[in-house]
């Protein structure tokens, strides 16, 4: 007795291969999203970690408008000036729109020493990636979870006779 021929469009009795199909690609996903979540939440994870808070003196605050897919992502961009270990620091900061930013005025700001591009307002988290990470975590669990106790599941008899 060998390996028996896959039939025709290879499905396999007893098995549904479209909700084998959607779990694989939900599966996917969920990596997916792991992986972008992963690495956003371990940028916050740097800042809880190394970030520094210091005041710093905002300079110009524009509104810009960058294109994507669907509708224009709107924000605030300002200069913002800082001492860095008493050298002082120029970077430029987004922030939603709305947020009370005005030249002249003094704002507070958290930024990594030494890297050039991460500087933020002080309180903007991205609690949004932190949560998406959670769940992708979750979801990547509960589904090796439930094929290593489909792959556990005692086979049943075959019902073709020998």
Known sequence: ???QPMP???????IDADAERRNALALLGAIVAFCISAYQSANELRYA???VTAEAIVGRVSEVREPSRGRPKRFLRAEVRFDEQGAPRDAVIRAPLG???T???????????????????AGQRAYGWMAL???SVTWIVWSLL???????QPIGKSRRRR
């Open 1 to 3: 007795m060998g390996l």
């Open 8 to 14: 025709h469009g290879g499905d396999i009795p007893g």
């Open 49 to 51: 970690i190394s970030g």
């Open 99 to 101: 947020t009370p930013l």
């Open 103 to 121: 030249a002249g005025e003094r704002a507070d700001v958290q930024f990594i020493p030494g890297r050039a591009d991460w500087v933020r307002l």
């Open 133 to 135: 990470f959670a769940v």
């Open 146 to 152: 439930r094929l290593a106790r489909e792959a556990n």
